[in-house]
Nanobody, 116 residues
Framework: QVQLVESGGGLVQAGGSLRLSCAAS????????MGWYRQAPGNQRELVAG???????NYADSVKGRFTISRENAKNTLYLQMNSLKPEDTGVYYC??????????WGQGTQVTVSS
């Protein structure tokens, strides 16, 4: 059993910053990759940033230079530092965990709202 607990979402003005956290717990022996996705109302869920077991990172073009994904392996915790936030960053952000031989796990999502 795996559980993902997210925190750090909220309301922020354009240009501000937020830091999202995702703590994974349960039967986790090896992680293939972790990532952050977001979904705006009426839109499909999209990848924001991901990080592989080897540490390779990938960012959506819209957030490059503004967002940074990182992890604390000892605590199985994932972070997303979001700077220079824009209204189009608004959405529900989901933590994603990919374990070997299993379907991906998802957090419940945390709301990020960026006002103009």
């Amino acid at each position: 059993q795996v559980q993902l607990v997210e925190s750090g979402g909220g309301l922020v003005q354009a240009g501000g910053s937020l830091r999202l956290s995702c703590a994974a717990s349960g039967s986790i022996f090896s992680i293939n990759a972790m990532g952050w996705y977001r979904q705006a109302p009426g839109n499909q869920r999209e990848l924001v940033a991901g990080i592989t077991r080897a540490g390779a990172t990938n960012y959506a073009d819209s957030v490059k230079g503004r967002f940074t994904i990182s992890r604390e392996n000892a605590k199985n915790t994932l972070y997303l530092q979001m700077n220079s936030l824009k209204p189009e960053d608004t959405g529900v952000y989901y933590c994603n965990l990919w374990l070997p031989g299993r379907n991906p796990y998802w957090g419940q999502g945390t709301q990020v709202t960026v006002s103009s």
